[in-house]
């Protein structure tokens, strides 16, 4: 996996030309994607990641391809899309609206300690900070309005038990996105899928978030959250890390205090980023699309996480 739209080095050469980064050297595909075709390609001017786009078109990518520019030009760590001669970021290759971006050092970091989660709560904050004037306007397609699409689709599925329980959550964050609380919360583009495999390390140093695809405008604190849920937890049981929650949070906090709607909206936030993903890996284990070759991830992670944030005390914002 995957590489769905093949890219030679000759495709390449004649097309990189509309850039000023030099002739083409080197092209190979990287196996790890799940839904773009993705290439690490070198060039007289060094090393980027080309993209084509599978799904997504030209009318759908400048939302998350111009907020890459707007924060990597604000210095937040992230790829940089590379414009052509002509100053546009979104070009066709082989029928595929496609991009190149700058090349994240390092790996990911799958079992994330401390010293990870501060940097990467840091970073969450001023990524928050740097996108609050970013001129397109998106919202989560994963929020609220999705869950009530797709939380009766995947019902039929469960057992009465577990049918109660997203029944009760889904009712609960209803009453929560109605709330006065709710209201005041701060709220702006998010990358709203940050978990530890796209964020990239050089040993403990953070060199950027990647994969900005479920981008949308939602508040800040999900996105905190949704981090929260998948860095600082204990992988086989969800539950969450005292010490590298703390870590995260107090780093995030370091640059953008929380306010206090947000403290009373803790735990509502950590059971919604619970549910989103909950809600996802169902549909996509129940029903996979015609042409999946993948894999669902395994929803009864999420379900494990959101029995936890319902029932257990959670860490308090300070
Ligand atoms: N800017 C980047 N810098 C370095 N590596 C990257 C970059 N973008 C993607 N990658 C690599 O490509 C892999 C697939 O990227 P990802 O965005 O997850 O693809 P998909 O959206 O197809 O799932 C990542 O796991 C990472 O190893
Ligand atoms: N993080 C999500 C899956 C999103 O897919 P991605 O590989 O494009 O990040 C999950 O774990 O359910």
């Known amino acids: 996996m995957a590489v769905f739209t093949p890219v030679s080095l000759d495709d390449l050469s004649g097309w990189i030309s509309q850039f000023s980064l030099g002739k083409a050297l080197a092209i190979k595909g990287i196996s790890s994607g799940i839904e773009n075709s993705n290439f690490f390609i070198t060039t007289e001017s060094g090393e980027y990641v080309l993209t084509l786009f599978e799904k997504l078109s030209f009318e759908q990518l400048p939302f998350y391809l111009e907020l890459m520019r707007h924060l990597a030009q604000r210095d937040v760590l992230v790829p940089a899309p590379i414009p052509n001669k002509n100053g546009s970021i979104i070009n066709a290759l082989n029928g595929k609206p496609a991009a190149i971006v700058t090349k994240l050092e390092g790996a990911y970091q799958p079992k994330p300690q401390s010293v990870h989660c501060a940097e990467v709560g840091t970073m969450l904050a001023r990524m928050h900070l740097a996108a609050k004037d970013f001129g397109i306007r998106q919202p989560n397609l994963r929020g609220l309005p999705w869950w009530r699409q797709t939380a009766p689709v995947v019902l039929p599925y469960l057992n009465e038990e577990t049918q109660n329980l997203l029944r009760t959550e889904m009712q609960f964050q209803e009453d929560f996105a109605a709330s006065d609380i709710y209201a005041q919360l701060p709220n702006g583009p998010v990358h709203a899928d940050l978990f530890r495999d796209n964020a990239m390390f050089v040993d403990t140093r953070l060199t950027g978030f990647f994969d900005f695809y479920f981008a949308g405008c939602d508040t800040w604190l999900f996105d905190l959250a949704v981090t929260v849920n998948d ?71 999420f379900e494990r996480i959101l029995r936890l944030r319902v029932t257990h005390a959670n860490p308090p914002l300070n």
């Open 231 to 301: 860095w600082c937890i204990d992988l086989p049981t969800g539950a969450l890390d005292l010490p590298r929650v703390q870590a995260m949070l107090d780093a995030y906090h370091a640059v953008r205090p929380f306010t206090p709607a947000e403290q009373q909206a803790w735990n509502a936030s950590l059971r919604a980023a619970a549910l989103r993903f909950w809600l996802s890996r169902l549909y996509d284990f129940y029903l996979p699309r015609a042409a999946e070759m993948l894999t669902p991830h395994d929803p009864t992670h």
